[in-house]
C-alpha cells in the first residue's frame, strides 16, 4: 500500500478508536460528574444555613439565590451563591445569610483554583468556620497574623493574603448586589 | 535496538527484573532523568497529591505504553508520535473524568495537571524510547517500574515538604505545635530547594556505593 494513504488510515483509525473509547467513558462518568456538582451546591445549602429542613430556589433581578425554611416552615435565612476572581481564577462559594442580611451563617467554597497548599487552603474547614456569624455591616474585612478583634473580620490564611482578601471581596459585593434585590 | 526483541532468551528472567527495577534507582525518570519537571515540582505540596499525581501516571504510562507496544508493527514511523500521543491523551482523558466521577476533591486539588499529563515527557518519553521499540511484556515492566518509581519519588517530595511546610504527613500531625511550619516549603521554591537536596543525596549515595565496589 502506498506509504502516504497507510498513513492517513493509521491515523483515522486511531482517532476513532479513541473518540469510540472517551465517548463510551464519557457517557458513563458525565452523569456522575453532574451529580456530584449538584450534590455538592445542594449539601453547601444545608451547610452554609444551618437548621435548613427544606429550601426554595428563586431568582429575582438576574440574582439567583435559595430560600431556606426549617421544619415548620419559617424562613431562617438565605443561601446565595456568588462567584469572582481569586488569585489564579474564578472562586465560587455558597454564602449563608440571616434573614435580615446583617450576619453570615456560614460560607461553603465549591470551587476554587488557588495555588495548593497555600490559597487552596480557603477550601478548608478551619478558614471557612472563621465565616460563621460574622456581620456584615458595614462590609466584611480581615485581618492578618493575629486573631480579629471586630466583629466582621476574619482572619487571612498567612502567605495567602491575595486569595482570602478575593473571598471577602466576593462576599461583600454578591450580599451589597443581593440587598439592591431584596 | 531491533537486536534485543533478538536476544530474548538469554537470561529473561534478569533483563526483566532489570528493565522493572531501574525505574526505581538506576534510571529514576525524577531523580536521574530530570523528567516530567512540571507536576514534580508544581503538584507536591502534599504527600496526597504527589501520591495522586502518581498513580494517575502509573495508569497513563503502563497502558500507554502496553498499546504503543502492541502496534509498534504497523504505525508508519513518519506519524508514529501524533499516534503515540493521541493514545496517552485518551487515557489522560479517562483518568481525568474518573478522578471526577469519583474522587472529586481529589481532582480539584490536582486542578490543571491531570489533563497536563498528556504533555509530560515522561510518558512519550517512554513510548519513543522503549516502548516503540521493545515487546509487550518487556514494556509493560519497563513503564510499570518507570512509573512507580516516578509516584515514589513523588510521594517522598510531597510528604518532605507536607511535613515542614504543614506539620502533617497524609494529613495527620507528626511535628509538635512547637515547630513553625516553614511556608516557604509550599511555594515554588521550597519544591526547587526539596528536589535540589533529594538530587543531592542520591549522588552522594551513589558515590559512596561505587567507592565502596572499588575498595
Do not use: H
Amino acid at each position: 500500500m502506498n506509504n502516504r494513504v497507510k498513513m492517513l488510515l493509521i491515523m483515522t483509525l486511531f482517532a476513532c478508536i479513541s473518540g469510540g473509547v472517551l465517548s463510551f467513558v464519557y457517557l458513563f462518568s458525565a452523569p456522575l460528574i453532574e451529580a456530584n456538582i449538584l450534590e455538592e451546591q445542594r449539601n453547601s445549602i444545608f451547610l452554609v444555613v444551618p437548621g435548613t429542613r427544606d429550601y426554595d430556589e428563586k431568582a429575582k433581578d438576574g440574582v439567583a439565590y435559595f430560600e431556606c425554611k426549617d421544619s415548620s416552615g419559617t424562613l431562617i435565612g438565605y443561601a446565595l451563591p456568588i462567584e469572582g476572581n481569586g488569585y489564579q481564577g474564578v472562586i465560587k462559594l455558597m454564602a449563608g445569610l440571616k434573614p435580615d442580611l446583617s450576619e453570615l451563617t456560614g460560607i461553603k467554597v465549591l470551587q476554587q483554583v488557588e495555588t495548593p497548599g497555600l490559597g487552596g487552603r480557603i477550601g478548608e474547614k478551619g478558614f471557612q468556620e472563621q465565616f460563621k456569624g460574622v456581620k456584615t455591616e458595614p462590609a466584611i474585612g480581615y485581618v492578618k497574623n493575629q486573631a480579629p478583634e471586630k466583629d466582621t473580620d476574619i482572619q487571612a490564611i498567612t502567605g495567602a493574603t491575595i486569595s482570602s482578601r478575593s473571598v471577602v471581596a466576593i462576599l461583600n459585593k454578591g450580599i451589597e448586589k443581593f440587598r439592591t434585590v431584596q | 535496538m531491533a537486536s534485543q526483541d533478538t536476544k530474548k532468551d538469554e537470561g529473561r528472567a534478569s533483563r526483566a527484573s532489570i528493565e522493572f527495577l531501574k525505574g526505581f534507582w538506576k534510571e529514576n525518570p525524577t531523580l536521574v532523568m530530570l523528567l516530567g519537571m512540571c507536576p514534580t515540582l508544581a503538584v507536591t505540596t502534599s504527600a496526597v497529591n504527589g501520591l495522586t499525581m502518581g498513580l494517575a501516571v502509573v495508569f497513563v504510562l503502563t497502558c500507554s505504553s502496553l498499546i504503543v507496544s502492541l502496534v509498534r508493527n504497523i504505525v508508519p514511523s513518519q506519524v508514529r508520535i501524533p499516534v503515540f500521543v493521541i493514545i496517552i491523551a485518551t487515557f489522560v482523558t479517562m483518568v481525568d473524568l474518573f478522578l471526577k466521577a469519583f474522587l472529586l476533591d481529589l481532582s480539584k486539588a490536582l486542578g490543571p495537571f491531570i489533563p497536563l499529563i498528556v504533555v509530560n515527557c515522561i510518558i512519550l518519553g517512554r513510548a519513543e524510547a522503549f516502548a516503540s521499540k521493545n515487546k509487550v511484556w518487556l514494556s509493560f515492566l519497563d513503564a510499570f517500574g518507570v512509573s512507580l518509581g516516578f509516584t515514589v519519588t513523588l510521594v517522598f517530595l510531597g510528604g518532605i515538604r507536607e511535613i515542614l511546610g504543614m506539620r502533617t504527613f497524609f494529613g495527620m500531625q507528626v511535628l509538635g505545635n512547637g515547630f513553625e511550619p516553614w511556608i516557604v516549603m509550599l511555594l515554588p521554591p521550597g519544591a526547587f530547594i526539596t528536589l535540589g537536596f533529594l538530587l543531592g543525596a542520591k549522588n552522594s549515595i551513589d558515590r559512596k556505593l561505587a567507592q565502596k565496589k572499588n575498595s
